[in-house]
């Protein structure tokens, strides 16, 4: 794909789709806790971008624009080309959804973001910065993850949000030197994608778009949580068919609250195919 050997995981039933793409530094593990409640309602796919898990590594620094390149080769290898289609987008993941969804064009049914970052976000005024520092405790946790006592110190916060199974294949192929290498380049990815967010932001999603939002801020950051949900709300508002919705949950929110992420992308599989249910009633969401 694209010159990238991907790992590509296929579940569920039916004749609807969805294709999961997941957050800086984690795959297609990272939705283990939500596929098994879509098995009967769709097909479901989850992948490993290239350089993450069981993907082939790469010698080059990937761009959002290679990474939404990949996204729409996988969607276009897989999911036949009439089949009603979900997307379903985690973190930095939004950002490479979001440049994906103009290439996928009608095809794409549904939209769910998962806690993303919007450009207009004061997070990233100063985020060269911020990602320099990042990058360089990256560099020592990537020497150090060799060690697996040490890597198991840290990615702590997973172990504690995912089944055991599931953590164990995390450690194994995410929390590795090389995992962590691919999370530096995406976050370069970052750093040079947003200047061009900023001055041409990607086209709204015109298909019906659904953000879920945490309402519990990470130790420290409450005032950047609260600025970053405003400007969730204010994108979202923008949208011709959009919805936000706060939730009981921090920013893993698919190993936090599996069930309303299932929920949300039922509705939206709902919404794309209207003969196939009624959909959920607005008060029966969490809002």
């Excluded at 729409?72 to 979001?98: F, K, N, Q, W």
């Excluded at 380049?185 to 200047?195: D, Q, R, S």
Aim: proline share 8%; glycine share 8%; hydrophobic share 40%.
């Amino acid at each position: 794909m694209n010159g990238h050997s991907v790992h590509v995981e296929e579940s569920g039933r039916g004749t609807d789709w969805v294709v999961f793409e997941a957050g800086a530094g984690l795959g297609r593990t990272s939705w283990d806790l939500v596929l098994p409640r879509l098995a009967d309602r769709a097909r479901l796919v989850a992948y490993d971008r290239a350089g993450f898990g069981r993907s082939g590594r790469t010698s080059g620094r990937p761009g959002i624009d290679d990474l939404a390149a990949d996204l729409v080769a996988l969607i276009e290898d897989v999911v036949p080309p009439s089949a009603p289609l979900v997307l379903v987008a985690h973190s930095m993941g939004g950002l490479v959804a979001r440049r994906a969804v103009d290439r996928l064009g009608p095809r794409l049914r549904g939209l769910l973001l998962l806690d993303p970052t919007p450009e207009s976000s004061p997070v990233y005024d100063r985020f060269d910065r911020t990602a320099a520092k990042v990058d360089r405790a990256l560099a020592v946790t990537q020497a150090l993850v060799r060690f697996r006592p040490l890597a198991r110190m840290a990615s702590g916060n997973v172990r504690r949000l995912f089944p055991a199974d599931t953590y164990a294949t995390m450690l194994a192929e995410d929390f590795v030197p090389a995992g962590i290498a691919q999370t530096r380049k995406e976050l370069a990815a970052v750093v040079a994608a947003i200047p061009r967010f900023r001055a041409e932001p990607p086209g709204l999603p015109t298909c019906p778009t659904v953000l879920l939002s945490p309402s519990r801020p990470d130790r420290g950051r409450r005032e950047q949580r609260t600025a970053m949900t405003a400007h969730q709300r204010q994108w979202v508002a923008t949208l011709p068919d959009g919805r936000f919705e706060q939730i009981d949950a921090g920013h893993l929110i698919q190993a936090e609250q599996p069930g309303i992420v299932a929920e949300a992308v039922a509705h939206l599989l709902d919404r794309a195919t209207p003969t196939g249910g009624q959909g959920l009633a607005d008060d029966a969401r969490p809002s």
